[in-house]
């Protein structure tokens, strides 16, 4: 008789979605994509959040890389507040360089001007977005916060990474909640995040 799988307490590759409570306003309706959690901290990105008047082109223009025409309206992401001027780039899997992290087999994690530049002329990951900044916890900060219901935790879904539209990003990941038996907005808007 086999044991029954035991599951792991990181949620690598999946998403915390803030609680209708949540009191950072950094956080508030936030979707974040965890690319790394473990025993020694955790680090995410915001994927529903962009920064207002900074497109991708535009940004590429500044690293003197010329963006496609297709890249001028594309926005840069608020990936969270912690080293704001860095760039990263999340991406789908199948496009590796020595320095890309992966995330679980699906996605990958490259904080390169080389990537930038190969997703500028065509020959980068199929599906990426750049976000500057991105969300950090030290080792058991994250875990103590999912102790207390800050956060609910979502599985990976390549629309929610992706997707153009990132004003209903949140109400989607909460729609996932009540898609598997928890609980809708409306039902749960007067909680506090500790229920």
Avoid at 84 to 112: D, K, P, W
Avoid at 119 to 148: C, F, K, M, V, Y
């Amino acid at each position: 008789m086999s044991k029954p799988a035991i599951e792991s307490p990181w949620i690598t590759g999946r998403f915390l979605v803030a609680t209708p409570a949540m009191s950072d306003p950094r956080f508030a309706r936030s979707v974040i994509f965890m690319c790394r959690h473990g025993p020694d901290g955790a680090l995410g990105l915001i994927v529903n959040k962009s920064i207002d008047d900074l497109p991708m082109s535009e940004v590429l223009e500044q690293l003197e890389i010329v963006p496609p025409a297709a890249m001028r309206g594309r926005p840069v992401l608020f990936g969270g507040p912690v080293e704001t001027q860095r760039g990263l780039v999340l991406h789908s899997s199948e496009y590796r360089r020595e320095e890309t992290m992966l995330v679980e087999e699906q996605y990958a994690l490259t904080a390169s001007l080389e990537i930038l530049k190969d997703i500028a002329d065509g020959t980068g990951p199929a599906r990426n977005l750049l976000a500057l900044g991105h969300s950090g916890w030290g080792a058991g900060q994250l875990d103590h916060e999912l102790q207390e219901n800050a956060w609910f935790v979502i599985d990976d879904d390549d629309e929610l990474i992706f997707g153009d539209n990132l004003d209903d990003k949140w109400a989607r990941a909460i729609a996932k909640l009540g898609a598997k038996g928890g609980l809708d907005s409306a039902a749960f808007s007067h909680l506090t995040g500790r229920a």
